[in-house]
């Protein structure tokens, strides 16, 4: 059985730093595709950023250069590092799995988590 269970969203100021984390259970994270994705209020659930099974990262253009994304196989866990957030960053992040590679479709994705909230004030 597949699990994915995001931890540390929490309230911050703009201009703050949060991780936001994902443990992976009964998943394969070596040979497949890992993401996050967060849905605003009244949003659609955008991709933040992927990793592919060979290691590139991408990111979408609204966290360029303050987001980053890693991965570890061994622990089985997939982190976002959060830096110089914004109001606009304000979402439920979830975390995603997909089998080989990546897509930004939410829809492609196989297994996803329960979602933690990220909320920033300005």
């Known amino acids: 059985q597949v699990q994915l269970v995001e931890s540390g969203g929490d309230s911050v100021q703009e201009g703050g730093s949060l991780n936001v984390s994902c443990a992976i259970s009964?998943?394969?994270?070596?040979?497949?595709?890992l993401a996050w994705f967060r849905q605003g209020p009244g949003a659609e659930r955008d991709r933040v950023a992927s990793?592919?099974?060979?290691?590139?990262?991408t990111y979408e253009n609204p966290v360029k250069g303050r987001f980053t994304l890693s991965k570890d196989n061994a622990k089985k866990t997939l982190t976002l590092q959060m830096n110089s957030l914004k109001p606009e960053d304000t979402a439920v992040y979830y975390c995603?799995?997909?089998?080989?590679?990546?897509?930004?479709?939410?829809?492609?994705?196989?297994?996803w988590g329960q979602g933690t909230q990220v909320s920033v004030s300005s």
């Open positions: 995603a799995a997909r089998r080989r590679v990546c897509s930004w479709r939410s829809s492609d994705y196989h297994y």
């Open positions: 990793i592919e099974y060979w290691g590139d990262v």
């Open positions: 009964g998943f394969d994270t070596v040979n497949n595709c």
